[in-house]
C-alpha cells in the first residue's frame, strides 16, 4: 500500500465524517460550541490518527495511533447516543451513524491485532 488513502477503514471514516457533518448542521444552535463541537473534534479525530499513524516510522507508533482513533470512535459513540437521548435527530439517523461507527471500529481493531 503506497498511502493511507488506500485504507478502507480510512475512506469509510471519511465518509462518517461527512455524513455526521451533515447531521450536526440540524442540531439546536446552542449545541455548537458544546456538542456539536465535541462531536465534530471526536469524529475527525478518527481518520486524522489513523493517517497520521500511517507516516510513522515504526509499527509500533502505528498501532498507538490506531489506538487514538479507535479511542475517538468510542468517545463518538457515546456522543451520538447522548445527542439521540437529547432528542437531536431520530432513532433512525442515531442506528445509521452507531452501524457505521461499529463498523470501522471492527475494523481499525482487525488492523490493530495483524499489525501487532
Request: glycine content about 2%.
Amino acid at each position: 500500500m503506497k498511502t493511507y488513502r488506500e485504507l478502507i477503514v480510512w475512506q469509510k471514516s471519511m465518509e462518517l465524517v461527512t455524513k455526521s457533518y451533515k447531521i450536526f448542521t440540524d442540531f439546536p444552535k446552542e449545541e455548537v460550541f458544546s456538542l456539536t463541537s465535541q462531536l465534530k473534534r471526536s469524529i475527525v479525530s478518527v481518520p486524522s490518527n489513523i493517517a497520521e499513524g500511517y507516516g510513522r516510522d515504526s509499527k509500533k507508533e502505528y498501532v498507538r495511533f490506531l489506538y487514538i482513533a479507535i479511542s475517538s470512535l468510542f468517545e463518538y459513540q457515546t456522543q451520538i447516543e447522548i445527542a439521540y437521548n437529547l432528542k437531536f435527530y431520530t432513532k433512525e439517523k442515531f442506528n445509521n451513524l452507531f452501524e457505521d461507527s461499529r463498523e470501522i471500529e471492527k475494523m481499525l481493531s482487525s488492523l490493530i491485532r495483524k499489525l501487532k
